[in-house]
């Protein structure tokens, strides 16, 4: 398993709850998925219930991200072409 320290990653909100973190994502992204906690994206689980959003927006993914001890997190990872295309046909 990676480590969200392995990719780059840009903080975009921080100590949010998983309403603001939605509506975050939706305002942001063109296309919005929800994936089950232990979705992995580029080897990192996601951890959370059922219903964790991913969001894309041009090249970049926008997701939900829980660290542990400090919360929940918006990050934005650039330039994830090959996970857009994972998520997309994972919902398919």
């Known amino acids: 398993m990676s480590c969200i320290n392995d990719i780059p990653y840009e903080i975009l909100l921080k100590g949010a ?29 996601l951890r959370g219930g059922d219903s964790i959003p991913i969001g894309i927006k041009g090249d970049d993914l926008i997701f939900q991200f829980i660290k542990p001890c400090s919360g929940l997190y918006i990050l934005r990872y650039p330039d994830a072409k090959e996970d857009i295309e994972q998520l997309r046909n994972s919902q398919k």
């Open 17 to 45: 709850t998983p309403k603001e973190c939605e509506d975050f994502i939706k305002k942001e992204c063109d296309e919005v998925y929800h994936v089950k906690g232990g979705y992995k994206l580029h080897g990192i689980m």
